[in-house]
C-alpha cells in the first residue's frame, strides 16, 4: 500500500503562546453577544425584524421542535393482539456496533410466526443511538421514534431497558 | 487415468469417478443440494450444472462420469445460468423464514443465492403453502416442509445408512412435500445427522433451537468421549459474545469428517453428550474435608496448598496400603503421568482402571459397548495385564479394610459397586482423593476433592478401541477452579522430588513415544486432525 507521509505543521512562537487563538475566542464570544443584545433590543422597540437574535429555549418547560428524523430513544412494536413483533432474529443484537442489546428467544405460540423474544435487554447506557438497530430490523420491530430524549438514572442498572419498558415507552 | 480439464486447468484423474468427485478434489467450489458423498447419488436437484464442451446442453455433475479429454467449465456463462435458474425455481415455493429459521448462516440455500442468484426474481410472491409450520417428527429433530427442496438427503439417510426408512416425499408435483412415513417417528440412534445434512432449514436440530445464532459460535477440533469409537467432533461454543456470556459454553456438537473412523456421522448419544462440560461440574476449587467446606465453614484452600498437602502424604504413604483407581476417560499424556508417578516412582503396586459392568449398549456401526475414550490407551499405557486392569478386587481389599488411603480418577464407587459399598470404603479408608470434572457421590464423601477440566478445556489425546490415537483440544479455559489432569500431576511430580521436565501436553506425549513401543515413532503433527494407528 502506498504510503504519504504529511509533514506536521511546527507551532509558530504566537502559537505557543495561545495568546492570538485566545484573544480570537474572546472576539467571536463578544461579537455574538454585543449583536444578539442590539438586535434583541432593537425587536424589543418594534425594529430590525427581519434580523434574527439567537435564541435561548426554556428547556425543560420549553421543548425545542425536533426533526422527523431525529432518533430518540427505542421502542418494540407491538402486533394487533399486544406481543411484540420482534421475532428476535437478532439481526439488531449481530449489528449493534456498541453491543448492547441482548435478546433470548423462544418458541412463539403461534407455529406461523415461530420465534418471539422470551427476553429483550437494551443498555441505554451503552448505545451510541446509530439507529442501524432499525435499519436492520426485517419486522420494523424497532424504532427510534419515542420522542424521549431526556434519559437519566442515578445508576448504569437505571439506564437498562427490559422488554416491558420497550413495549410500553 | 483420464485427463481432463476444469476451469482451464488440466487434471489427471482415476478413471470412472464423476464429474462432481473430480472437481471437489480439485477443490473448485460447485453449488449442491441433493449429492452426498456418503449417500447414493439422486440427481435430482440439478443444481449441479456444469458445462461440457462438445455436449449441446449443461449436465449435472453429481450423475456425470469423467472421459478422456473431457472440458468441463464450472463458472461459465452457460453453466452459470443453468445453476441460476435452478436455483430459482428451488426458491419458487420457499417461504421468507430466515429470521426465524435456525439454518440462517450455515444454509446451502443462503449461500448458493449470493454466489449464483438471480438478483432479478421472475416469480411473483404467490407461494404454495404447505398445512403445517415448523413441528417435531421424533425427540431430536424438527420439521418444516415450507422449507424443505425435495433433495431427498434424509431419505436416502434413512435408507442407507441407518436403514430405518423414516422418510418419505409424498403427493405430486408442487404439492409434494418430505414426512415420516405415516404413524412413524424419527427416532432412531443416529437421528441427529439428518439435521446436519439438510441442506437447508427443513430439519432442524430440537436441541440447538433458537438457543443460538450460528454466526456466534466458536469450533474446536476434538473427539466424543461418548464411546470407545471415537468418532470426531467439533465442539461449537459460545464465543463471539462474551459481554453477554452465560453459563453455558458448548451450544451443540457437529460431526467432522474421518473416514477410518465415523466417516460423517456420529450417533445422538454422542451428540447431545456434552451437557456435562457446562453442567454438574465441581466448580468449588479444590478442596480438603469436603463436607466441611461445603458448608461454606472454611474459606477453601488454594491448589498449591492442597498439592503441598498431597505430596506430603504421598512421599509418607505405604505403598502396599494405598490404591489409584486411573481413568479410561483421561488421556495418553494423563495415563502416562499417572504411570510415572505411582508405578514408577511411588511404586505403589495397586494401580488399575477397568471398572465392570458398566457396559452399555452396542450395534454394528458406531457405537461401541465400552462407554470410555481410551480403554485402550489406559491397557498400553499402564500395561498392567488383563486381570489386573480390573479395580474389583483393589475395591474389595478397601471394603475389608485393607487400605490406607485411595486416589479415584473420575470413577463413581456408588454406581459401580452400590451406594453400600462406598459407604463401607468411605469408613475402612482413611484417605479417599477424589479427581474429576463432575460431581458425584464419591467426590461428596471424599476427604480431597480435586476438580479436573473436561475434555474441551484440555489437550489430549485418545486411544480409540481399534488403536488410532486421535487429538482433543481445548475449546476454551477451564471452569473456575479447575485444573488440566495433566497440568497438576506435573506440579505434584515436582512436589515428589521427580525431575519431568514437561512444557504441555505434546511433550508428554513425546516422551511417551520415547518409552513405550506402541507409540513409538507418532507426535501431534503425524496425529493430525485424523488421528494415526498405534504400532501394534
Ligand atoms: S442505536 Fe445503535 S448502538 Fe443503539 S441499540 Fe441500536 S444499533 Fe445499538
Ligand atoms: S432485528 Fe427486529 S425482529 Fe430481529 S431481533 Fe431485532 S427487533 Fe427483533
Ligand atoms: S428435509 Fe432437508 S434433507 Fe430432507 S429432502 Fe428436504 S431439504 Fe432435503
Ligand atoms: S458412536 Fe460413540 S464416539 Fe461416536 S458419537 Fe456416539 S458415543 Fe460418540
Ligand atoms: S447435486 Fe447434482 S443434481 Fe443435486
Excluded at chain 2, 421472475?122 to 409450520?133: A, E, I, L, N, S
Excluded at chain 2, 484452600?301 to 504413604?317: D, H, Q, R, Y
Excluded at chain 2, 525431575?499 to 513409538?520: C, T, V, W
Aim: aromatic share 8%; glycine share 8%.
Amino acid at each position: 500500500m502506498a504510503t504519504k507521509i504529511i509533514k506536521r505543521k511546527e507551532l509558530g512562537f504566537w502559537d505557543r503562546t495561545y495568546l492570538p487563538a485566545v484573544g480570537l475566542g474572546l472576539w467571536i464570544t463578544s461579537r455574538h453577544f454585543f449583536r444578539n443584545m442590539a438586535v434583541h433590543a432593537l425587536h424589543l422597540f418594534g425594529f430590525a425584524k427581519n434580523l434574527r437574535g439567537a435564541e435561548t429555549y426554556q428547556y425543560p418547560e420549553e421543548q425545542r421542535p425536533l426533526s422527523k428524523r431525529t432518533r430518540t430513544r427505542h421502542r418494540l412494536t407491538k402486533r394487533e393482539d399486544g406481543s411484540p413483533r420482534c421475532v428476535a432474529c437478532m439481526m439488531c443484537e449481530t449489528v449493534c456496533p456498541a453491543r448492547c442489546i441482548n435478546i433470548v428467544a423462544k418458541e412463539n405460540p403461534d407455529p406461523n410466526i415461530e420465534k418471539m423474544p422470551a427476553s429483550f435487554d437494551l443498555d441505554l447506557g451503552m448505545c451510541v443511538y446509530c439507529g442501524y438497530c432499525v435499519e436492520v430490523c426485517p419486522e420494523d420491530a424497532i424504532r427510534m421514534d419515542t420522542r424521549i430524549l431526556d434519559i437519566a438514572a442515578y445508576s448504569r442498572e437505571g439506564m437498562k431497558l427490559d422488554m416491558q419498558k420497550l413495549l410500553n415507552p | 487415468m483420464a485427463n481432463i480439464t476444469i476451469d482451464g486447468k488440466p487434471y489427471a484423474v482415476k478413471d470412472g469417478i464423476t464429474v462432481i468427485q473430480a472437481i471437489d478434489e480439485a477443490k473448485i467450489d460447485l453449488p449442491r443440494y441433493c449429492y452426498h458423498p456418503g449417500l447414493s447419488i439422486a440427481g435430482n436437484c440439478r443444481i449441479c450444472q456444469v458445462e461440457v464442451e462438445k455436449l449441446p446442453r449443461s449436465v449435472i455433475a453429481c450423475n456425470t462420469r469423467v472421459a478422456e479429454g473431457m472440458v468441463i467449465h464450472t463458472k461459465s456463462p452457460k453453466a452459470r445460468e443453468s445453476q441460476q435458474a435452478v436455483l430459482e425455481f428451488l426458491l419458487a415455493n420457499h417461504p421468507l423464514d430466515c429470521p426465524v429459521c435456525d439454518q440462517a448462516g450455515e444454509c446451502k440455500l443462503q449461500d448458493y443465492y449470493m454466489e449464483v442468484g438471480l438478483y432479478d426474481p421472475k416469480f411473483d410472491d404467490r407461494k404454495v403453502k404447505k398445512t403445517k409450520k415448523a413441528f417435531p417428527i421424533g425427540p431430536t429433530i424438527m420439521l418444516d416442509q415450507e422449507r424443505c427442496i425435495l433433495c431427498s438427503r434424509c431419505v436416502r439417510f434413512g435408507d442407507e445408512i441407518t436403514r430405518t426408512h423414516d422418510f418419505g416425499i409424498f403427493n405430486r408435483g408442487d404439492r409434494s412435500e418430505i414426512d415420516v412415513c405415516p404413524g412413524k417417528e424419527l427416532d432412531n440412534k443416529y437421528s441427529g445427522n439428518v439435521a446436519d445434512i439438510c441442506p437447508v432449514g427443513a430439519l432442524t436440530d430440537r436441541d440447538f433451537r433458537f438457543k443460538m445464532r450460528v454466526w456466534y459460535l466458536g469450533s474446536q477440533k476434538s473427539v466424543c468421549p461418548g464411546c470407545s469409537r471415537g468418532c470426531n467432533i467439533e465442539i461449537h461454543y459460545e464465543k463471539s459474545r462474551p459481554y453477554h456470556l452465560k453459563k453455558e459454553r458448548v451450544m451443540r456438537l457437529k460431526p467432522r469428517e474421518n473416514q477410518a473412523v465415523n466417516r460423517w456421522w456420529i450417533c445422538d448419544a454422542g451428540r447431545y453428550g456434552y451437557k456435562s462440560i457446562d453442567h454438574g461440574r465441581l466448580v468449588e476449587g479444590p478442596l480438603v474435608g469436603a463436607q466441611m467446606n461445603r458448608a461454606g465453614t472454611r474459606p477453601a484452600p488454594t491448589w498449591t496448598s492442597v498439592l503441598e498437602n498431597l505430596a506430603g502424604i504421598f512421599k509418607k504413604a505405604d505403598p502396599a496400603a494405598w490404591a489409584v483407581f486411573a481413568s479410561p476417560r483421561h488421556t495418553n499424556e494423563e495415563l502416562y503421568l499417572v504411570k510415572r508417578i505411582f508405578l514408577d516412582h511411588l511404586k505403589w503396586g495397586q494401580v488399575a482402571f477397568h471398572a465392570p459392568g458398566q457396559e452399555g449398549d452396542e450395534d454394528d456401526f458406531l457405537i461401541r459397548k465400552d462407554k470410555n475414550p481410551n480403554s485402550t490407551g489406559a491397557s498400553r499405557i499402564l500395561r498392567l495385564g488383563k486381570p489386573d486392569e480390573d479395580i474389583t478386587p483393589i475395591l474389595e481389599k478397601a471394603r475389608r479394610g485393607g487400605l490406607e488411603g485411595l486416589l479415584v480418577f473420575g470413577h463413581d464407587l456408588a454406581g459401580i459397586a452400590g451406594p453400600q459399598t462406598l459407604e463401607t470404603v468411605r469408613q475402612k479408608v482413611k484417605t479417599l482423593v477424589f479427581e474429576g470434572p463432575n460431581d458425584n457421590p464419591t467426590a461428596a464423601v471424599a476427604d480431597i476433592v480435586l476438580p479436573a477440566a473436561s475434555y474441551a478445556e484440555k489437550e489430549g489425546t485418545f486411544t480409540n478401541f481399534e488403536g488410532r490415537v486421535q487429538r482433543i483440544r481445548k475449546a476454551f479455559e477451564p471452569v473456575s477452579g479447575s485444573l488440566a489432569t495433566w497440568d497438576w500431576l506435573l506440579n505434584l511430580s515436582g512436589l515428589l522430588g521427580m525431575s519431568l521436565k514437561h512444557r504441555g501436553p505434546e511433550d508428554i506425549f513425546e516422551a511417551l513415544a520415547g518409552e513405550n513401543e506402541f507409540f513409538k515413532g507418532l507426535n501431534y503433527k503425524k496425529i493430525g486432525d485424523q488421528g494415526c494407528l498405534l504400532n501394534s
